[in-house]
């Protein structure tokens, strides 16, 4: 175990929690290679395989697309291409969002702990909402959320803050008094903007970077370590 809080003090007990998707609650990576292989296939180009989409997811289906067609992390496809790739990985990602995904280890622990506390708890994902919610509710998690912010519902998506005031609106909350648990320096920047203190699972897609480098106010191995960390 690795836990890492930046203050030794415990983090201040939040009315609000805020929960990423992917590579925080769910690791999506399997289906999400699987219909990047089958894009690619139908393009008559190479596959990419899963390691290399690992490195890649975090900024929403449209970048991941971009990414798969210049093979690598930055970098524009030509256009033509692209407008050709990206309905082709829908239709498949349509029909693939949860048959490989799974919920991380711990994480329905700490949703279940989280309901004792009493917070209020909502999703916010830079995923688009059809793909965003059969996927949180064929994995047993969409009851747990007051509200699912997804990232075609928003006129910026995270590390812009507007998703978590958003959220912090809509539930009537203060952003000072909220947390964002997240996996990547998307979200460790959108919390930061927000005003919310930031907790980043240690095992997510950060485009291999470590997320400790970004500062968070605390890392965890496990989502399920939350109750240790915090002063409830």
Known sequence: M???????????RPEMVL????GTLVDSVPD???????????????????????HWVGNGVERLVQ????????????QSLYEKALPIFRDFYSENTSKRSCLYDGVKEALDFLKTTGVRMGCVTNKASQFTLPLL????????????????????????????LMAAE????????SMMLGDSMSDVNAAR??????????????HGEDIRDYDPDAVI???DEIRDIVDW
């Open 170 to 177: 809509k539930l009537d909350t203060q952003p000072q008094s």
């Open 221 to 223: 191995d496990s989502m």
């Open 137 to 164: 509710e064929d994995l047993g998690v969409r009851d747990y959320f007051e509200i699912v912010i997804c990232g075609d519902e928003v006129e910026r998506k995270k590390p812009d803050p507007l998703p978590l």
């Open 193 to 206: 903007a927000a005003e919310f203190q930031i907790v980043c699972m240690s095992y997510g897609y950060n």
């Open 67 to 78: 990414r798969a067609l210049v093979n690598q992390l930055d970098g524009e496809p030509e």
């Open 19 to 22: 929960i990423d998707v992917d």
């Open 32 to 54: 999400l290679a699987w219909c990047v292989d089958a894009m690619m296939r139908e393009l008559g180009m190479p596959e990419r395989g899963e390691k290399r989409v690992r």
């Open 2 to 12: 690795d836990t890492k809080v930046i203050d030794a003090a415990k983090l201040k």
